[in-house]
């Protein structure tokens, strides 16, 4: 089995695709990540039988130091309906079936400041570039910087505002897998807050690429006018 290693301060950690023996410690860390989290608002915890899923997928690693999980990102297969991110992307219903969701990453809260999730996140993305999949999505909560910071990092790009999971604002992020985003020079800057404005320029095809702080506001950078789907 494949192993990524790595250090946190003065500590090695270790990286590997996890099994249903993890599950009692997976399921352990969520716990503590919840118990610590200031906005639970931010989080959607998955169910066992959602982490056995993306298991049984070979689509979840974990973070381990001293033999202890310490952090996981979990990729998932969704079922294909009408709440299904794709269609929020602007994809057609037969290319859903190539589409994976970056589901959730869980970092103990004694480890953070490392940038785990960010080094979990380049793993999943090396995974996902030897994989037959298309398009990866994921959905961000507004104002949750270290998120948001992370799936732009990867050169996932916003290409949604909506309520999603009943009645949570989300962003649907999304990148197209295999292939290079052709940038362009045209780019505004919205108040994040700025809801409205946001889905109009999505609606016109704009496409959310950045975020940045200015006087202690954060702002969305949109890059116009582009496909990228």
């Given at each position: 089995?494949?192993?990524?290693?790595?250090?946190?301060?003065?500590?090695?950690?270790?990286?590997?695709?996890?099994?249903?023996?993890?599950?009692?410690?997976?399921?352990?860390?969520?716990?503590?990540?919840?118990?610590?989290?200031?906005?639970?608002?931010?989080?959607?915890?998955?169910?066992?039988?959602?982490?056995?899923?993306?298991?049984?997928?070979?689509?979840?690693?974990?973070?381990?130091?001293?033999?202890?999980?310490i952090a996981f990102r979990a990729l998932a297969l969704p079922p294909?309906?009408?709440?299904?991110?794709?269609?929020?992307?602007?994809?057609?219903?037969?290319?859903?079936?190539?589409?994976?969701?970056?589901?959730?990453?869980?970092?103990?809260?004694?480890?953070?400041?490392?940038?785990?999730?960010?080094?979990?996140?380049?793993?999943?993305?090396?995974?996902?570039?030897?994989?037959?999949?298309?398009?990866?999505?994921?959905?961000?909560?507004?104002?949750?910087?270290?998120?948001?910071?992370?799936?732009?990092?990867?050169?996932?790009?916003?290409?949604?505002?909506?309520?999603?999971?009943?009645?949570?604002?989300?962003?649907?992020?999304?990148?197209?897998?295999?292939?290079?985003?052709?940038?362009?020079?045209?780019?505004?800057?919205?108040?994040?807050?700025?809801?409205?404005?946001?889905?109009q320029l999505i609606a016109e095809g704009w496409i959310g690429t950045a975020i940045l702080q200015k006087d202690n506001?954060?702002?969305?950078?949109?890059?116009?006018?582009?496909?990228?789907?």
């Amino acid at each position: 089995m494949k192993e990524w290693k790595g250090k946190l301060g003065e500590k090695e950690y270790i990286v590997r695709k996890l099994t249903l023996d993890h599950l009692d410690s997976i399921l352990r860390l969520q716990h503590v990540v919840l118990r610590a989290m200031e906005n639970d608002n931010f989080l959607s915890p998955l169910t066992i039988g959602e982490y056995e899923d993306s298991i049984a997928c070979n689509l979840m690693i974990g973070a381990f130091v001293d033999d202890e999980l310490i952090a996981f990102r979990a990729l998932a297969l969704p079922p294909i309906d009408d709440q299904h991110l794709g269609y929020d992307i602007g994809l057609s219903k037969d290319q859903l079936e190539k589409v994976v969701y970056q589901e959730i990453t869980n970092v103990h809260p004694n480890y953070r400041g490392y940038g785990l999730q960010k080094k979990l996140g380049v793993i999943v993305m090396e995974l996902l570039d030897a994989s037959p999949y298309t398009h990866v999505c994921a959905t961000v909560a507004p104002f949750n910087i270290a998120s948001l910071k992370d799936k732009l990092s990867q050169g996932m790009v916003i290409g949604a505002l909506k309520k999603k999971y009943g009645d949570m604002l989300r962003y649907v992020f999304y990148k197209k897998i295999h292939v290079d985003r052709n940038k362009v020079e045209k780019f505004i800057e919205v108040p994040m807050d700025a809801v409205e404005k946001q889905q109009q320029l999505i609606a016109e095809g704009w496409i959310g690429t950045a975020i940045l702080q200015k006087d202690n506001n954060w702002y969305v950078t949109y890059e116009g006018k582009g496909t990228y789907i």
